[in-house]
């Protein structure tokens, strides 16, 4: 059964950082391209950051040069490290697969606060 855990979010002042984690099980982890992915009140949801399983990275345009995904395949888990956060970064952190998964599974995610 597939599960992701999502965990390090909390509050951060702004130009502070933070790294998320997380770890998934229930499918071949190695194999499968992975993204983290947010949503702020009254937002849809959006890509933040996608790695693939051989490890090509991309980014929103919005995080570019500031966030940094990886993954550790011996762990199942994949990382987001997210150095001067805005305000605007404040929200609901979530990873799932990239393109996430078609049965609509998400996490719980991990909330983000930014404070100016």
């Known amino acids: 059964q597939v599960y992701l855990a999502e965990s390090g979010g909390g509050f951060v002042r702004q130009g502070g950082s933070r790294r998320l984690s997380c770890r998934a099980e229930g499918y071949v982890f190695q194999w499968t391209n992975m993204g983290w992915y947010r949503q702020a009140p009254g937002k849809d949801r959006e890509m933040v950051a996608t790695v693939a399983s051989a490890g090509a990275t991309n980014y929103g345009d919005s995080v570019k040069g500031r966030f940094t995904i990886s993954r550790d395949n011996t762990k199942n888990t994949v990382y987001l490290q997210m150095n001067s956060l805005l305000p605007e970064d404040t929200a609901v952190y979530y990873c799932?697969?990239?393109?996430?998964?078609?049965?609509?599974?998400w996490g719980r995610g991990t909330q983000v606060t930014v404070s100016s």
């Open positions: 799932n697969k990239d393109p996430p998964f078609s049965s609509g599974y």
